[in-house]
């Protein structure tokens, strides 16, 4: 499988406005913030985006922050966003809408 193609600006906004929570930084980073009622509820959702990410190879960034976990996406050899990093976020809010 080849590299994705780069987004352009008004494409990656489209797809942000799909997304909701999600945000864009310096036009390469795709950034959520969550927030969990516990340490262990952080944690149980890091395991989760991972598991997915392997599956997908696409790795995020990760960041732990107590309950505050930090993702965030970008594709490396496109030298910015793409469909992949988006398909990403969407499968990692689908985690946060499961009970």
Same mark, same amino acid.
């Given at each position: 499988?080849? #590299?994705?193609? =780069?987004? #352009? &600006?008004? %494409? +990656?906004?489209?797809?942000?406005? %799909?997304?909701?929570? /999600? !945000?864009?930084? &310096?036009? @390469? +980073? ?13 944690? %149980?959702?890091? =395991? ?5 990410? %392997?599956? *997908? ?10 309950? @505050?976990?930090?993702?965030?996406? #970008?594709? /490396?050899?496109?030298?910015?966003? #793409?469909?992949? *990093?988006?398909? !990403?976020? @969407?499968?990692? &809010?689908?985690?946060?809408? =499961?009970?």
């Amino acid at each position: 499988m080849g #590299t994705p193609e =780069r987004l #352009t &600006e008004s %494409e +990656w906004k489209v797809a942000l406005a %799909e997304l909701g929570n /999600w !945000s864009v930084e &310096e036009g @390469k +980073w795709l950034i959520r913030k969550v927030m969990f009622p516990s340490f262990p509820a952080a944690i %149980e959702y890091v =395991r989760q985006v991972a598991a997915i990410a %392997e599956a *997908d190879d696409h790795h995020p960034f990760i960041a732990i922050d107590y309950r @505050k976990v930090t993702l965030k996406l #970008t594709t /490396w050899h496109a030298g910015g966003l #793409t469909r992949l *990093d988006f398909a !990403s976020a @969407k499968a990692y &809010e689908a985690l946060l809408k =499961r009970d």
